[in-house]
């Protein structure tokens, strides 16, 4: 029986072994308990990891009537979430220039390293980023109502191709540092996100 049990083992790691490297990493990739998108400042007080507490990586974008678009970013909890639901994230982040033709989009040329400024509501400059956060009792602060007087910065680190969407939209992950000043149309509040660091998807046509 021992002589059984020790040719069982034998096989098994020898099938363990001739797996692919390419298994190994699509495995690793699907059993990973290390989130993909991530999103911290403030030494951490502020700090959303998509796949934990029901919070997802929403990725989306949009093209307006000057035919510009805008690439989104949004950390949202799902829709059976139980709490802290209402916290949220958005990145909006402008494309380089108006198109003369939807079908001639480049997003290697849209979205590039490099720094961005943000933009308010009214500024239909390209290249802008607006951000808009809701805490977890509801109350939302946005980057676009508010002259950052210089001091917002907003930088993409890094750009990788990722996953299609649950749109079926080819997506991007950028590696972002932020500062910036956020405030609450409704009261004037005004919160500050300092050495903000993430890790994002946006979505593009195809």
């Known amino acids: 029986m021992k002589k059984i049990n020790s040719l069982i083992f034998i ?3 020898f099938l363990g072994l001739s797996c692919s490297k390419d298994d190994e990493l699509a495995l690793s990739d699907v059993y990973s308990s290390v989130p993909v998108f ?3 400042a403030n030494n951490n007080a502020y700090s959303i990891e998509a796949g934990v507490a029901d919070f997802y990586m929403f990725t989306d974008y949009e093209r307006d009537s000057s035919n510009v678009f805008s690439f989104i970013s949004r950390f949202s909890t799902l829709s059976d979430c139980v709490e802290n639901c209402s916290e949220e994230l958005l990145i909006k982040i402008r494309d380089t220039a108006p198109l003369d033709n939807v079908d001639s989009l480049e997003i ?3 979205i590039t390293t490099g720094s961005y400024n943000f933009g308010l509501a009214a500024d239909l400059d390209f290249s802008v980023v607006a951000i808009q956060y809701t805490d977890r009792e509801g109350n939302t602060y946005r ?3 508010l002259d950052q007087n210089g001091e917002g910065l907003f930088e993409v680190l890094d ?3 990722y996953d ?3 749109n079926g939209d080819p997506t991007k992950k950028l590696e972002i540092n932020f500062n910036c000043i956020l405030q609450n149309p409704e009261n004037g509040e005004i919160i500050a996100f300092n050495n903000a660091h993430g890790f994002i998807g946006i979505a593009y046509p195809r």
């Open 164 to 166: 299609i969407n649950e």
């Open 38 to 40: 991530t999103f911290s």
């Open 108 to 110: 290697s040329a849209a």
């Open 11 to 13: 096989l098994i790691l």
């Open 143 to 145: 980057s676009d109502i």
């Open 159 to 161: 750009i990788q191709d």
